[in-house]
């Protein structure tokens, strides 16, 4: 275990102390087990042929007293440190400056970035994006069952509740891509509900930002065919920003190529993939929400060329 954030890193020490007292526990109780029995294995039942193997001798009391002490002193020091530890990661030293609405759906998740500016929000999915270095506050909600939200190395378990907004917060201490996680079971792809947070030197994500800002470029030629095919096709469930497809069913298309991986982490994004959960998504991950379309070949293919345009 690594940790590569702030709040990992106060309690990635308190997970291996309190792992280290119940080894030493477990090891101590057995070794005095085994010594117990070790030592009264002689007894001698001939006068008494129903009596127990194992005598109880006289003095034990006191080491009773000195179990029940030591136990004691322990789990107070345990409980000590742990509320010190969670009272400290509680909150940001901070206050953060970015607000991000993570929306969780079987199975996939929703990023939404919030802004007053109405102009300035970004939605795209499964892919999160932050600054190295500062808090970044998270709002959790659920549209549907129960989930967890989980970046092991960053921290922030915190679980997503139906009707509810929950919130935590995570700040990356190095730049790097960390793997998250659904961890409330919550159907039948529960496994394949991953995402990643992608943590960037401040200017790298300043730049990604302004990226992600920009309009999708009207098509010509061919590709404004490719985008009427899209829309008869995707845009019942999907959406492009700047564009008049608008569905809300399924992940915002928009930008998506410069997404890693397809269907929460599933598959790489990457043409032969895109062809092949278009055509079959039933194949790729039983049970998701995205139908198998009656899509002809060519019309795949100007689908394909629609969504190679979204970079």
């Not at 992608?198 to 800002?213: K, M, S």
């Not at 309009?215 to 065919?225: H, K, Q, Y």
Request: aromatic letters at 8%; one cysteine or more.
């Amino acid at each position: 275990m690594t940790a590569f954030g702030t709040r990992a890193d106060g309690i990635l020490p308190l997970t291996y102390g309190t792992m280290a007292i119940s080894c030493l526990v477990s090891v101590l109780i057995a070794a005095l087990l085994a010594w117990a029995l070790l030592r009264h294995r002689g007894t001698d039942r001939s006068g008494n042929p129903r009596a127990l193997a194992v005598a109880r001798s006289g003095g034990g009391l006191p080491w009773i007293y000195v179990g029940v002490g030591v136990s004691t002193l322990v789990l107070f020091g345990a409980a000590a440190w742990t509320m010190v530890v969670l009272s400290t990661v509680a909150r940001p030293a901070t206050k953060p400056r970015l607000t991000i609405e993570i929306t969780a759906r079987q199975w996939w998740w929703g990023v939404r970035y919030l802004s007053p500016d109405h102009a300035r929000t970004v939605t795209t999915a499964n892919e999160i994006h932050i600054p190295v270095g500062e808090p970044v506050a998270f709002k959790l909600a659920s549209e549907d069952v129960i989930h967890s939200f989980w970046v092991p190395a960053l921290h922030g378990k915190t679980d997503v509740i139906p009707g509810q907004t929950n919130t935590t917060w995570l700040q990356a201490r190095v730049p790097g891509t960390y793997r998250g996680q659904c961890t409330e079971y919550c159907g039948q792809q529960h496994a394949h509900m991953g995402f990643v947070v992608i943590a960037q030197e401040p200017e790298a994500f300043e730049t990604w930002y302004r990226h992600q800002l920009a309009p999708t470029p009207p098509p010509t030629g061919d590709l404004a065919e490719a985008q009427t095919t899209f829309a008869a096709k995707c845009g019942l469930c999907h959406a492009v920003r700047g564009t008049p497809v608008g569905g809300r069913l399924g992940p915002d298309l928009t930008h998506l190529k410069s997404r890693t991986t397809l269907a929460a982490g599933t598959v790489p994004n990457n043409p032969g993939y895109r062809g092949a959960w278009i055509a079959d998504p039933q194949h790729i991950k039983p049970g998701s929400k995205m139908p198998r379309l009656d899509i002809s070949g060519p019309e795949l293919a100007r689908v394909q060329a629609y969504l190679d345009t979204l970079d």
